[in-house]
C-alpha cells in the first residue's frame, strides 16, 4: 500500500491534520486504539481558537466565561460576557475530526499499531497481521510517548509530569472554572475545577497522586462522588528534533504543549496547518520555524513555570494580591487571551502600577517574564 501521507495517531492532533490534507493528497491515519477519545483530558479549549480552528461543534459540553481563582488564603474573579473557553467531549472531538477527513477522502486504519520503520516504510500491527504502507510523508502524531519519536532518534529537554483528573458530582457554577494555587498542597502545578454541567466538574492537578486526594477533601468534594477517574502524563519542554528526512512529529508527540496549562490541542492544531503546508508544498524544511508563534509561547511559559517553582506560597500570595487588584483584573479581562499568555503578560507590564508591584516581589520574576 502506498499514499502520500501516512499519519501516525488519530487524536486531535493527527485527525485534525487529515482533515487539512484530506482531498489534496493521498492520506492515511493509523490509530492503535479500536475507537477515538479515552485519554484524560479536561478538554478545555479557548474560545477565540476553536471558532478560528474551526473545531468540531458537536463536542462543546460547556461554555466558560470566567474563572475564579484561589490561593490558600485569597480569591479574586475575572469575568468577560462572552464565553471565553469551551469544555469538549473528546470522544466526539476526535470522532467528528476523523468523520469530516473521511469524508474528504482520507482512509483510516482503527486498531492498527505503528511499531517502527523498515526500509523506509511503516510497519504496521492490526489484531495478529503485520503488514506495511509506505508513503512519501511520515507523521508522529502519536502522544508523548512517541514510538515515531523514538524511531528517529528524538531527544528530550523536558520535564514530565503525570495527569490526574476525575468528573465529581457536586454543585458548581456552570460558565466558571476555578483554578487553585497552594504549593502547599501541590508544588507541582494548580488544581481545576472545571464544570461539564451544573452538577459534574472534572477536577484536577499534575504531580503526585495524593496532592490530587488532599485537594478532594480541601475543596469539599466527596472521593466516593466521583464517575468517572484518568490519569496521563504531559512533557513540557522540547523535543528535538521534530522533522527527520520526510518524518515530521506534531502534537504531543513534539510535546506542542503549552506549559502554563498543559494545554496541547490548540498547539497542535496551529502547527497542523504549518505542517499541512509543508507537506503540500513537498519540502518539510520550513515546519518547525514556521510554528515560531507556538514556539515563542511554549518558551514563554517555559519560564512562567521555571518562576512558579522557584516561588514561595507566600509570594504567590504576593502575586495574587496584585493581580487581584482592581487595575490588574482591568487588564486580564480586556486582554486575556486563553491560548497567548504573553499577551496578557505583556498589557499588565505596560501598567506601571503593576509592574512596580510585580518588580517589587520578584525583579528576578519581571526579568525572567521579559
Ligand atoms: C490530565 C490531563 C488534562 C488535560 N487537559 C487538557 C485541556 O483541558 N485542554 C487541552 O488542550 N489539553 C489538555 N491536555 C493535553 C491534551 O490531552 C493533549 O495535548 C492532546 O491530547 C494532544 O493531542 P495529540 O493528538 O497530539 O495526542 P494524543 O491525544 O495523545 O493522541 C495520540 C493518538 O495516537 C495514538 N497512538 C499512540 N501510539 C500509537 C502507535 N504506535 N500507533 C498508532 N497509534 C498510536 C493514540 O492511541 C492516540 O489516539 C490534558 C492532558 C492531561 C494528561
Redesign the pocket.
Known amino acids: 500500500m502506498r499514499y502520500d501521507v501516512l499519519i ?9 491534520l487529515a482533515t487539512l490534507l484530506a482531498g489534496k493528497m493521498d492520506v492515511a491515519v ?4 479500536a475507537s ?10 479557548g474560545a477565540e481558537s476553536f471558532e478560528k480552528l474551526g473545531f468540531p461543534k458537536e463536542a462543546v459540553l460547556n461554555k466558560l466565561r470566567g474563572a475564579v481563582f484561589y490561593s490558600k488564603i485569597q480569591s479574586f474573579e475575572i469575568k468577560r460576557k462572552a464565553p471565553q473557553a469551551y ?1 469538549v467531549d ?1 470522544k466526539t472531538f ?1 470522532r467528528e475530526l476523523a468523520k469530516r477527513a473521511i469524508k474528504g477522502g482520507a482512509d483510516y486504519f482503527i486498531g ?4 517502527g520503520f523498515r526500509n523506509g516504510k511503516a510497519r ?1 500491527q492490526h489484531l495478529k497481521e503485520t503488514f506495511e504502507i509506505e508513503a512519501d510523508f511520515y507523521v508522529g ?8 519519536a523514538r524511531e528517529i532518534g528524538a531527544r528530550n529537554e523536558a520535564e514530565f509530569l ?4 476525575a468528573e465529581v458530582v457536586g454543585s458548581f457554577r456552570r460558565d466558571f472554572t476555578e483554578v487553585w494555587v497552594n504549593r502547599e498542597l501541590n508544588p507541582d502545578f494548580f488544581f ?1 475545577v ?1 464544570p461539564v454541567s451544573e452538577d459534574v466538574a ?1 477536577v ?3 504531580g503526585e497522586f495524593e496532592a490530587f486526594r488532599r485537594f478532594l477533601t480541601e475543596r469539599g468534594l466527596n472521593p466516593t462522588s466521583i464517575v468517572e477517574f ?5 512533557g513540557l519542554g522540547w523535543r528535538k528534533p521534530w522533522v527527520s528526512g520526510n518524518v515530521a512529529l ?5 510535546l ?3 506549559p502554563t ?8 492544531a496551529v502547527c497542523a496547518h504549518h505542517l499541512a503546508r509543508a507537506v503540500i508544498e513537498g519540502d518539510l524544511g520550513s515546519y518547525e520555524s514556521s510554528c515560531s508563534a507556538v514556539r515563542k509561547q511554549i518558551s514563554f511559559g517555559l519560564r512562567v513555570r521555571k518562576v512558579f517553582r522557584g516561588m514561595s506560597q507566600e509570594g504567590i500570595e504576593k502575586v495574587f494580591e496584585v493581580l487581584g487588584s482592581d487595575e490588574a483584573r482591568e487588564v486580564i479581562e480586556e486582554y486575556a487571551d486563553f491560548d497567548d499568555h504573553l499577551r496578557t503578560f505583556r498589557a499588565l507590564a505596560k501598567k506601571p502600577r503593576l509592574l512596580a508591584a510585580l518588580l517589587k516581589i520578584s525583579p528576578s520574576l519581571i526579568r525572567a517574564l521579559l
Do not use: H, M
Open positions: 501516525i495517531g488519530g487524536g486531535p492532533a493527527g485527525n485534525y493509523v490509530e492503535k486504539k477515538f477519545g479515552g485519554k484524560a483530558c479536561t478538554g478545555i479549549i469544555v473528546r476526535e492498527t499499531t505503528f511499531t504496521l502524531a502519536d502522544s508523548v510517548a512517541s514510538t515515531v503525570k495527569g490526574y483528573e481545576w472545571t472534572r484536577g492537578t499534575f484518568k490519569a496521563g502524563s504531559v506534531l502534537g504531543d508527540a513534539a506542542q504543549i503549552k496549562t498543559a494545554g496541547g490541542i490548540v498547539f497542535g
